[in-house]
């Protein structure tokens, strides 16, 4: 197919196009090139490929054809068996008579049958000539190959069992921590290892699962080490998500890498911003970056479920992606957190993603039943390949009932509580949540808790850092205490009424909050 799909260029207006870029393509006077490309493809050539499978002839006649979209596409084939001669006269092109064949009687309809998503082969076919076509048009790797991972996974275990060892002497690469850990016996390697829901995850390589672990247990590990050293890519519901593990990507795991526009990005619709104020390097080079990422050529990509899963709508060109993820493993994380909608495109996705030869990891800390169910229908997912990972032994949460309502002088000694407790142990956070349902409560707290802090605690004020920064639904005091609103908790009237503003103040919430949230030590 790349071999055949531009020969129609050949053409004499075409080639007079080339030559005066004046001349601009004109679909009333000349045939689109992808439409002549078809009569140099030789049939007998094809079908010698694969003798049993007489389709791949009309395959590649479809993917040639529709490698670019111009009008009726079909009319013009038809129409162009008829003109062929003209097109081509023998005494302009005398060496080509020899490599130009008459399509089949009937083409049309046996192309038609494989348009759209019926014939698997045909999307991939015509999904890699786009991959290919484009690189090749762009001058840049088709793809960039994934040898860093699974090494740069036992990296991050040798920081974790020599914590202190990194401030003392030069930290190895990534790589040369993988070789010498392969010279070790079992008494001299390190001694922190993966949990049982990692090694499970790596064991399962090669199979679609589905997980569910409890929060703290290591997800991202575990579908990092599921991807191993192919192409995959990482789907988060968050934008802020994306970025923390992006961060821990190219700090923790490739802390010594200068390749990392070669191996890692993020894909969401704040991608340019996020490099551009994160990544050091010229203008030029992030653009590149930037450029590499939305061509599907880095081999380890964390990204938004909108950037992938439009293919479903099958508009021209969405077979690169669809064949893209036919070799690639695609870790789900936090599934729960879609509605209906998003739902129902992500499963039938990922359906035919299965179909194709991809790989599928569910890894979530909530699976609701229904979800469970529609997964194993439509992916098939064998019950050996399903795993529930809970660590009883850790307590995570202690819940305290308090018959009052909500109040400063409780917030405050929570912090101060805390503050002291952080004196023998440094890793121990402070941050507390507040969390109301109505606006005005949680205005209310945020400055009962200032009046508190400026009457009795005034030696704590520079401590606790407060911000009034957070707009909208969330009312935010900093690294300390946080003050926020739960719009569900809102009427329903409200909610009806407000869909677009209650959707983009939430939004705007959400992103505020950013990771104030993370390692919340208290909540009210």
């Known amino acids: 197919a790349c071999e055949y799909h531009d020969l129609g260029k050949i053409n004499e207006m075409f080639q007079a196009r080339m030559k005066n870029k004046k001349l601009h393509f004109d679909l009333e006077k000349e045939i689109p090139h992808n439409v002549l ?99 090749a048009s762009g001058h840049y790797p088709i793809e960039f190959r994934n040898d860093f991972l699974l090494s740069g996974l036992e990296y991050l275990l040798m920081q974790w069992n020599n914590p202190a060892d990194q401030e003392k002497q030069e930290i190895q690469s990534a790589e040369e921590f993988a070789l010498s850990e392969q010279d070790k016996n079992e008494n001299e390697r390190a001694t922190v290892d993966w949990n ?46 994306i970025n923390a593990i992006y961060n821990r990507l190219r700090k923790d795991m490739l802390v010594n890498s200068d390749k990392i526009d070669e191996q890692v990005g993020i894909l969401h619709s704040e991608q340019l911003e996020y490099y551009t104020k994160n990544i050091e390097g010229s203008d030029e080079d992030i653009y590149e970056y930037v450029k590499r990422g939305k061509q599907f050529s880095l081999p380890l990509n964390i990204s938004t479920l909108d950037q992938l899963f439009d293919f479903i709508f099958q508009y021209p060109g969405y077979e690169l992606k669809l064949a893209t993820l036919s070799y690639s493993r695609i870790v789900i994380d936090e599934i729960q957190m879609y509605n209906a909608e998003l739902l129902a495109y992500l499963i039938f996705g990922l359906e035919k993603i299965v179909k194709m030869g991809g790989k599928v990891a569910i890894l979530t800390a909530t699976l609701p039943p229904f979800v469970k ?20 032994k850790k307590v995570r949460h202690h819940i305290k009932v308090c018959d009052k309502k909500i109040n400063a002088e409780d917030i405050v ?23 109301c349902n109505k606006i005005k ?20 004020k520079e401590a606790i850092q407060m911000n009034r920064g957070v707009s909208g639904f969330m009312k935010g ?9 739960v719009a569900g908790a809102m009427g329903n009237s409200y909610m009806k009424s407000n869909k677009k503003g209650l959707k983009k103040n939430v939004g705007r919430a959400l992103r505020n909050v950013g990771d104030l949230v993370d390692n919340v030590t208290g909540m009210f």
């Open 196 to 241: 049982s829901l990692q090694y499970f995850c790596k064991e399962k390589q090669n199979q679609n699962i589905i997980v569910v672990a409890q929060t703290g247990m290591g997800k991202t590990e575990a579908g990092l080490l599921w991807i191993g050293n192919h192409k995959g890519f990482f789907v988060l519901p968050i934008r802020t998500a």
């Open 413 to 435: 000694k929570l912090y101060l509580k805390n503050k002291e407790a952080c004196k023998s142990n440094p890793h121990k956070g402070n941050k507390i949540l507040v969390v």
């Open 373 to 392: 169910e529609l997964l194993e229908q439509h992916l098939n997912i064998p019950k050996e390949n399903q795993e529930v990972f809970i660590d009883d």
């Open 37 to 135: 490309s078809l009569f140099f493809v030789d049939s007998e050539r094809v079908n010698k490929i694969n003798p049993e499978d007489k389709k791949n002839y009309v395959r590649m006649l479809f993917a040639i054809l529709y490698h670019h979209y111009n009008s009726d596409l079909m009319r013009m084939v038809s129409s162009s068996k008829r003109q062929l001669e003209n097109i081509f006269p023998q005494d302009a092109f005398p060496d080509i008579q020899d490599e130009i064949y008459s399509l089949p009687i009937g083409i049309e309809e046996e192309i038609s049958e494989v348009i759209g998503l019926k014939d698997e082969k045909a999307v991939k076919m015509k999904g890699l000539l786009h991959k290919c076509d484009y690189a």
């Open 441 to 460: 409560t949680a205005q209310k707290i945020f400055d009962d808790v200032n009046e508190l802090i400026k009457a009795k605690y005034d030696k704590e």
């Open 477 to 485: 005091i900093g690294m300390g205490i946080a003050v926020g609103c």
